[in-house]
């Protein structure tokens, strides 16, 4: 369906923000996605705005309809518009968007100048690595508890390399995903937080002793789960997490 089409008493949008460089040729409808799903999430469009008709599109991207089609489309598999007859494209509210989409999530996190996404993802990161620690407490055997005690000490002894050390940090994590054999959560987490190491606003800053005081943070997840202690992993692990996000958080100009 066209999206020029739209209901006479309903204001559209008029010609969107100026996008940013071209992408190559084969890339264009991957730019112009991430580009149209910036100027939703920033709000330059709001819920119950239209987008702009397809020939004004066409002409500011620089692309064929048929681009243009395919990147509403989309945006509409993301959640962010409905394409409807006789009204448009239409912005939709934010509770119908698909924050776990890589590219939606990607934008709102760049976008998130008072840290308000990254605080979210980190409380629900939180919350299904300390349920997935505390299910490893209670189907780790000998031979995984053996594995958490050498991704420790892999940490333990690349100490001083940074990039070293918070690849081992990672790794452990994802070790005890793994363990914890709790696929979904597992799935959830992991999309969390790949797309919160993209942002060096996640990553913040550098506090004191940090990399001894994560180290004593894994420890204690490890000695919870060696000693077969769903409740003590499970707060060590949010423990962890929450401190090590308060510790590395930037302050907000206003608020902090």
Do not use: C
């Not at 204001?11 to 190559?24: E, F, I, N, Y």
């Not at 308060?246 to 907000?252: A, D, E, F, T, Y």
């Amino acid at each position: 369906m066209s999206i020029d089409s739209a209901a006479a008493d309903t204001a559209v949008a008029p010609v969107l923000p100026t996008v940013g460089v071209r992408a190559p040729a084969a890339r264009l409808g991957v730019a112009v996605v991430q580009q149209l799903v910036d100027v939703i999430v920033t709000g330059a469009l709001k819920p119950g705005d239209l987008l702009p008709p397809e020939g004004p599109l066409t002409a500011q991207f620089g692309v064929s309809r048929t681009v243009i089609r395919e990147s509403v489309k989309r945006l509409e598999e993301k959640g962010l518009v409905t394409v409807a007859q006789g009204r448009g494209t239409q912005v939709n509210p934010t509770s119908e968007w698909n924050l776990l989409d890589p590219v939606v999530l990607t934008a709102m996190i760049e976008h998130d100048d008072a840290l308000g996404i990254l605080d979210e993802l980190s409380s629900v990161r939180s919350g299904l690595e300390s349920t997935m620690a505390a299910d490893a407490a209670r189907v780790a055997d000998a031979d995984a508890i053996e594995q958490l005690r050498a991704s420790l000490q892999h940490m333990k002894d690349v100490i001083d390399d940074a990039p070293a050390f918070r690849q081992a940090d990672i790794d452990f994590h994802h070790l005890v995903m793994r363990l914890s054999k709790s696929r979904l959560a597992s799935s959830l987490a992991r999309t969390l937080f790949d797309r919160a190491l993209e942002s060096s606003r996640y990553h913040g800053r550098d506090p004191e002793h940090a990399f001894e005081l994560t180290l004593d943070e894994h420890t204690a997840v490890l000695d919870a789960i060696a000693s077969g202690a769903p409740d003590a992993a499970e707060r060590a692990m949010r423990a962890h997490i929450d401190g090590s996000w308060s510790r590395r958080r930037l302050p907000v100009r206003g608020r902090d």
